[in-house]
């Protein structure tokens, strides 16, 4: 790791910044699993974002104690997402790979929420729409009987179709927002 970092060396007067250093690790890692990614991206961003140099993966791998395997699966994860790039180290020649985190916190919000959150709403959409277009297509074949369960099914989906097209037009919201608001502004907003 780099020699710039404050918790390189086992220096006791040190304490607080690795307990602080642990804390936000730990955190980050329950924060990445409470909205479904791996504990380990949490982890994985927060060296880079506590650090301030760039990592290597071994220097992650060393940092963290999980292995090269796991580090590199992760690491191109968050590559995917704009929470890391990888970057190029003057004088750092060979094969190894740098990366440093995003800090434009606003940037990575927007990034996941236009990517993932969209896709998966669009995709639950389509697969509704699928699904009464199939009934509406097969209807008239069937059993009165089955003809009711069909116009349940119907009705329950497209109820379901119109909350997520409510979540498409909130996220939406959410973006369009974000783009016209500066993080240094919203760390100054009192909710209290």
Known sequence: MGAAHPLNGNVSEKKELKIVH???????????DYFGFSKIMGQLYGALLMHGDPLSLDDMMETLSISKASVSTNIRTLEH??????VWMKGKGGRRKYYEAETDLLRIITNIISGREMRDVDRALNVMEDNINLLKQTTSKMTEQDQQVAALYIERISQMQAMFRFAQLVITSILSTVKELDLQNISRIDLG
């Not at 642990?22 to 955190?27: I, N, V």
């Not at 997402?81 to 990888?86: D, F, H, K, P």
């Open 22 to 32: 642990e804390s936000m690790l730990d955190g980050l890692s329950q924060l990445a």
């Open 81 to 86: 997402m704009g929470m890391v790039r990888q």
